[in-house]
C-alpha cells in the first residue's frame, strides 16, 4: 500500500528503505514484486542492481499505468494474483528467485480513485474490486442477508457493533454509492463530526477484504513464495492492520521452527517439517517522520526473513488455499 494525498502529489512507498534493506538485492538478481501499484518498490529493486523483476498486480489499471511508468528492459509486468507467483514463474522459465517483496491492501491509486469504490473520502459508486471483476460492493450489500453481513463486518473489520451496522443497511437497501453506505454506518452507530475516529472505516475494509477474498490471497501467497525462493532468499512483507499481520507472523513462526512452548495444560505439539525460514527479524514499524510525511503509513508494519534450503512444506488437508 503506498500513501498520498487526493492532490496530485507522486505515490510514497511505504518503508521503502527498509524494505529494500531487508530484500539485500545484489547485482544481477533476480526479485519479485508480488503488488506492483504504482512501481514504487519496483523502481527501487532496479535502482539497486535487479538483474530482473517480476512485478504481479490483479489490478489490470496498475499493469496498464505500469507500462509507461516504468519502462525497463529488466522489468516483466504480470496481471494476475501474487498468489499464482510460482506457477508464473515455472510457465515463463524463470524459475526460484532471490528477493520477493508483498505489501498487502488497497493502493493509494485504488483509494483515491472515487470511481473504484474502496474510499468514502468522496462519493463514488459501491465497487471496491481489485480485478475489475465479479460482484461489486454494492451486489454483496444487497443481495446477502443480516446475518452474512455482520458476519464479514465481525470477521473483517473487527466491528463490535456489527450487527446493527448489518441490520441497518438492510432497512435502507438498495445501496449504490459510498456516501450512501458511510451516512448508514455513522447513524447505526451514533457517529457524530469531529470524534476521532469514523466508523465507516472498518465496515468499507471488511468489505473490501471479503469481496477481494484478501486473507485467503495473503496465506496463499505466503506458501507461493515460500516456493519461489531459493535458498538464501529474502521475503519482505509489509501489512497495514491486525489480521493480515497476525497471519505473516505466524507462518513466520511455524516456518522458523520457533512454535510456542507446551505447559501442563497444553502439551508440546508434534515436530513439524524442518525450518523453511530462517533470521526472522523484528517487525520494523514506521519513523515518526515517515508518518509525518505520509499519515496512512502509520499502522504499518514489516516482517522479514531467509529462506533455508529445506524443501517448501505440504499445504494440509483444510488450509486455505
Same mark, same amino acid.
Given at each position: ?22 530484500? %539485500? ?21 532496479? $535502482?539497486?542492481?535487479?538483474? !530482473? ?62 470511481? !473504484?469504490?474502496?474510499?468514502?473520502? %468522496? ?5 471496491? !474490486? ?47 454509492? +459510498? ?6 454506518? &455513522? ?5 457524530? $463530526? ?44 509489509? +501489512? ?12 513466520? !513462526? ?43 503509513? &502509520? ?23
Amino acid at each position: 500500500m503506498t500513501g498520498r494525498g487526493t492532490t496530485a502529489a507522486p505515490h510514497v512507498p511505504v518503508l521503502l528503505d527498509e524494505v529494500i534493506g531487508a530484500m %539485500a538485492i545484489q547485482p544481477g538478481e533476480t526479485a519479485v514484486d508480488g503488488t506492483f501499484g504504482a512501481g514504487g518498490y519496483t523502481r527501487a529493486m532496479l $535502482q539497486v542492481g535487479a538483474g !530482473r523483476v517480476i512485478a504481479f498486480d490483479r489490478d489490470p489499471e496498475a499493469i496498464e499505468a505500469g507500462r509507461s511508468l516504468v519502462p525497463d528492459p529488466n522489468l516483466m509486468l504480470v496481471e494476475d494474483r501474487f498468489s499464482q507467483m510460482d506457477r508464473v514463474l515455472t510457465e515463463r522459465g524463470i524459475g526460484l528467485v532471490d528477493a520477493i517483496t508483498l505489501d498487502i491492501g488497497v493502493s493509494s491509486m485504488q483509494l483515491d480513485r472515487a470511481d !473504484r469504490g474502496f474510499s468514502f473520502s %468522496a462519493d463514488g459508486p459501491l465497487d471496491m !474490486r481489485m480485478e475489475k471483476a465479479g460482484p461489486t460492493a454494492a451486489d454483496f450489500l444487497n443481495e446477502a442477508d443480516e446475518a452474512e453481513i455482520a458476519r464479514v463486518l465481525r470477521e473483517y473489520g473487527e466491528e463490535p457493533r456489527a450487527r446493527a451496522i448489518a441490520r441497518a443497511i438492510v432497512n435502507n437497501r438498495p445501496i449504490e454509492r +459510498t456516501g450512501e453506505l458511510a451516512a448508514i454506518v &455513522r447513524r447505526a452507530t451514533g457517529y457524530r $463530526q469531529g470524534q476521532k475516529s469514523d466508523p465507516a472505516t472498518r465496515t468499507f475494509q471488511a468489505i473490501r477484504i471479503h469481496l477481494n477474498a484478501e486473507l485467503d490471497e495473503l496465506e496463499g501467497g505466503l506458501a507461493a513464495a515460500e516456493r519461489s525462493l531459493k535458498p538464501g532468499g529474502r521475503l519482505a512483507i509489509v +501489512t497495514f492492520h491486525s489480521l493480515e499481520d497476525r497471519i505473516v507472523k505466524r507462518f513466520f !513462526r511455524e516456518r522458523s521452527g520457533a512454535t510456542p512452548a507446551g505447559s501442563r495444560h497444553r502439551p508440546v505439539a508434534v515436530q513439524g517439517p524442518a525450518p523453511t525460514f530462517e533470521r526472522v527479524a523484528k517487525p520494523v514499524s514506521p519513523s515518526e517522520a515517515e508518518i509525518a510525511r505520509n499519515p496512512r503509513s &502509520r499502522s504499518a508494519r514489516l516482517r522479514s526473513a531467509v529462506r533455508t534450503s529445506t524443501p517448501a512444506w505440504q499445504a494440509k488437508s483444510g488450509d486455505r488455499k
